[in-house]
């Protein structure tokens, strides 16, 4: 079982740090320029899409492509620190779920 004990600060500081790179970078760039909301699928402004991690830091989470999204401001806030299975099952379920 993974707690927040697990994670090191460090670590948390060091993903933080990686993934302020990669906004500044023209992978990303490109990402947001097409304005296309990982979650909710709709079009925005790139101002209004922020960074998000598929699989949060906090919880194991690491600032790579892979695991890096754009998100609208809605989308991002609804999901806070659930992962991408505990999202699907809290929907299906229509409760809250956390593993
Ligand atoms: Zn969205």
Not at 15 to 26: C, D, M, V, Y
Not at 39 to 61: E, K, N, W
Request: charged share 30%; hydrophobic share 30%; glycine share 6%.
């Amino acid at each position: 079982m993974i707690t927040e004990n697990n994670m090191s600060d460090n670590n948390f500081k060091i993903e933080k740090a990686k993934a302020r790179k990669l906004r500044q970078s023209q992978w990303w760039k490109q990402k947001i320029e097409s304005g296309v909301c990982h979650y909710c699928g709709g079009s925005f402004p790139d101002d209004a899409l922020t960074m998000d991690h598929i699989v949060p830091i906090s919880r194991g989470g690491k600032s790579t492509k892979g695991n890096l999204v754009p998100a609208c401001k809605k989308c991002n806030s609804n999901k806070k620190y659930y992962t991408p299975a505990e999202i699907i099952l809290k929907e299906k379920l229509d409760q809250d779920v956390y593993f």
